[in-house]
């Protein structure tokens, strides 16, 4: 299957990403990096909430050891960008860390995993809003469509906690997580065995970025899955 990965450049979430679909003999076509102000913002704010822990290999130290095509845009919005995409013609386009797409991109079947349960958690930092809201937190693999994850919805899955776990090292172990789930999807995909369902009905809020929420560190986070995870999936 013939697919094409779209990453901010020296993102950690798609390093892990494109790490663990190489090692899965899923290694895309040609990687496009966006190349841009807002790619160092979101690398950054990722490696804050990183600190401490492991950081996964680049986009671009992946690229090498696997022999992938790596091309660089301003911007994956970009004529540039969708010149590249439909050069490679593509039959899914993986996303590990991207700008909210537009426009014509998504048109045929892009592929994204939130670090965080949809609907529950649209939007930023995902991982402290759940600690916050006293929701699990997971991933969840959807298909990119016009709105800001609101897309329907391939796997969800669950993170196991360890007692006493540290926001940095739950984030680390979520962007593990995020990448083992896209593997899975890619897998499905290949199979033809993907069924995809609308996310929950709801007014559900599109949430900005936050800090590390204390009531981890203080042990005060106890997670309630919403109503319709209680019968498992």
């Known amino acids: 299957m013939r697919t094409a990965f779209l990453v901010m450049k020296d993102h950690p979430y798609g390093g892990e990403m494109l790490d663990r679909l190489v090692a899965a003999g899923c290694a895309p076509e040609a990687i496009i990096e966006e190349d841009s102000l807002l790619a160092v913002r979101e690398r950054d704010k990722f490696r804050v909430r990183l600190a401490g822990q492991l950081l996964p290999p680049t986009p671009a130290e992946v690229a090498r050891r696997g022999d992938i095509p790596l091309v660089r845009v301003a911007d994956h919005n970009s004529p540039e960008c969708l010149r590249r995409v439909r050069a490679l013609a593509p039959e899914v386009i993986l996303l590990g860390g991207t700008r909210v797409l537009k426009g014509p991109l998504l048109e045929g079947l892009v592929l994204n995993v939130h670090p965080g349960l949809l609907p529950w958690t649209r939007g930023s ?30 796997l969800r899955r669950l993170l196991e906690l360890p007692p006493r776990t540290s926001y940095e090292a739950l984030v680390r ?16 995909l290949a199979a033809g065995r993907c069924r995809f369902r609308p996310q929950e009905a709801g007014a559900w809020e599109t949430r900005p970025a936050m800090p590390p929420a ?3 560190a203080d042990g005060r986070y106890a997670p309630a899955a919403p109503p319709e995870l209680r019968g498992g999936e």
């Open 125 to 154: 930092s995902p991982e402290a809003w759940s600690v916050h809201l006293d929701l699990p937190v997971g991933v969840t693999c959807h298909r990119v469509d016009a709105g800001v994850d609101t897309g329907p919805v391939l």
């Open 173 to 188: 172990r979520n962007v593990a997580l995020a990448a083992a789930t896209m593997v899975e999807a890619v897998g499905l």
């Open 214 to 216: 204390r009531k981890l």
